[in-house]
């Protein structure tokens, strides 16, 4: 599997492994609700019941997963104001419960009445507190398995970001970036960059064989860099201008670019202009 696979399909390949986790984690759970009951004598349940009640949890848990990883995202914890983000943290923990235990008794509902049966939840201050502190413990799981998998991703990749060199630095300054690889660090200079190559949610970096990606939008980065000698030339790729080789023009109205590495790009007609006033 090559990065830029990777890159592009990487919310794809969590969603799949998040989901086999869950199906066979409930699953040898209502196997395990299952056997014991047999173990004792008798079911005093149906044989399909477990399955029901184990899947509707997971099923909510999968449903609720996008919002937690927003809330990580938009409200990291703070380690300097511990108290206030305990209590943020565990006040998300609480919603995290009511959704998951709602989603969940609804199904169960849904799929009862399907069968002709009814479904009892128990709406009791006991019961309450007891999906909480299975939610809790889950919730808790859940962050670390989310900050664990970022922080393997971002080793296995070598994302890179910005080094401020003074508080004065600006994003449109940025002339070297830092980039942590595999329990490395190493630094990587901006005019070194041969060209910009977008994948999914991060901005490929290529120095000669060499790839660095950076969470960016080619978009915003192309900007950025324009005052360091770099253009965009395609929806998906950016250049180092000092990197140009020749230009050879196409029937179709593009171009294509060599680079002195060898490598060759595709110049868009909408580009065109653009890379024609910045060679000047």
């Not at 069968?115 to 808790?140: H, M, P, R, T």
């Not at 179709?252 to 060599?258: M, P, W």
Request: charged share 20%.
């Amino acid at each position: 599997m090559n990065l830029q696979h990777f890159q592009r399909f990487q919310s794809i390949y969590a969603s799949v492994l998040l989901c086999a986790y869950v199906l066979i984690n409930n699953t040898v759970n209502a196997t395990t609700q299952i056997m014991e009951a047999q173990r004792e004598g008798a079911l005093t349940f149906l044989m399909w019941e477990p399955f029901v009640w184990e899947y509707s949890s997971a099923l909510s848990t999968l449903l609720i997963f996008p919002i937690l990883i927003w809330f990580l995202r938009h409200l990291s914890f703070n380690w300097q104001n511990i108290t206030a983000s305990l209590g943020m943290y565990f006040g998300a923990s609480i919603i995290f419960s009511v959704l998951h235990v709602g989603i969940m008794v609804g199904v169960r509902k849904f799929i009862y009445l399907l069968n002709d049966g009814s479904y009892n939840f128990g709406l009791s201050w006991f019961e309450l507190i007891y999906e909480y502190q299975k939610d809790a413990i889950s919730f808790v799981f859940f962050i670390v398995l989310i900050k664990v998998y970022q922080y393997v991703v971002q080793q296995l990749l070598g994302e890179a970001s910005s080094i401020e060199e003074s508080e004065q630095q600006t994003a449109s300054t940025i002339n070297r970036l830092l980039v942590k690889k595999l329990g490395k660090e190493f630094i990587i200079k901006i005019e070194d960059v041969d060209w910009l190559e977008s994948s999914g949610n991060y901005v490929n970096l290529h120095i000669g064989s060499r790839i660095y990606p950076l969470r960016a939008t080619l978009t915003a980065l192309s900007k950025q860099l324009e005052v360091q000698g770099f253009c965009r030339i395609h929806r998906s790729h950016g250049v180092k201008l000092d990197k140009v080789e020749s230009i050879t023009a196409l029937p179709s109205g593009d171009s294509e670019i060599k680079l002195t590495t060898g490598k060759v790009l595709n110049l868009s007609r909408r580009y065109k202009e653009q890379f024609k006033l910045q060679l000047k």
